[in-house]
């Protein structure tokens, strides 16, 4: 199985400050990579696919870039409704795999 | 509005098994796959399968091989899971989410709002 390792786990910061996310898959995934908004005790809501391709409604501060091993998604001005957790997925080949997810709390 | 519409959360005892459905409405049901995906209490995202409501074709993670059958009544645009042999270490919620045109597999858009499924004695 293809192993999704995002970093860092945790991150604290204040609205307005602006944070980036890495997910590296252990091998090529091209540009096959989800990412997902988890709030607490809610449904994960997919964000970003395709790397980089932002989902309908989803607020343009939200972005993706990478290929191949390494991705990272960028929230360009936190806002008090992003926190929490975030997940990474690969979709390019069986079994689907998630990265074990990074919680982003208020500081 | 694309929707999916999970069934109520579930106690069962181990060794039961357990039906969880995922009504759909707002999109053509025969153009997307529905995967499902299930999260233990304060745990990550693990998939569980997929199967096209088209074909009828389904895959599932090795774990859960032999104990999950998958299924869709079309005429009420509704998937099923069902999960046998349950251990307390099904306890989660699952959740179904459509997959986003219906040959990437893998790559989901919409998600249904979860079923907690809580498996004990």
């Known amino acids: 199985d293809i192993q999704m390792t995002q970093s860092p786990s945790s991150l604290s910061g204040f609205v307005g400050d602006r944070v980036t996310i890495i997910c590296r898959a252990s091998?090529?995934?091209?540009?096959?990579l989800v990412w997902f908004q988890q709030r607490p005790g809610r449904a994960p809501k997919s964000l970003i696919h395709?790397?980089?391709i932002l989902q309908s409604g989803v607020p343009s501060r939200f972005s993706g870039s990478g290929s191949g091993t390494d991705f990272t998604l960028t929230i360009s001005s936190l806002q008090p409704e992003d926190f929490a957790t975030y997940y990474c997925q690969q979709s390019h080949r069986y079994p689907p795999t998630f990265g074990q997810g990074t919680r982003v709390e208020i500081k | 509005q694309i929707q999916l519409v999970q069934s109520a959360a579930e106690v069962k005892q181990p060794g039961a098994s357990v039906k969880v459905s995922c009504k759909t409405s707002g999109y053509d049901f025969f153009s997307h796959g529905i995967n499902w995906v299930r999260q233990a209490p304060g745990k990550g995202l693990e998939w569980v399968g997929w199967i096209s409501p088209l074909s009828g074709n389904t895959n599932q993670a090795l774990k859960f091989f032999g104990r999950v059958t998958w299924s869709t009544d079309t005429s009420t645009t509704t998937a099923y899971m069902e999960l046998k042999s349950l251990t307390s270490d099904d306890t989660a919620t699952y959740y179904c989410?459509?997959?986003?045109?219906?040959?990437?597999?893998?790559?989901?858009?919409?998600w249904g709002q979860g079923t907690l499924i809580t498996v004990s004695s």
């Open positions: 989410a459509r997959d986003r045109d219906g040959t990437d597999w893998y790559n989901t858009d919409f």
């Open positions: 091998e090529d995934i091209e540009n096959a």
């Open positions: 395709s790397a980089s």
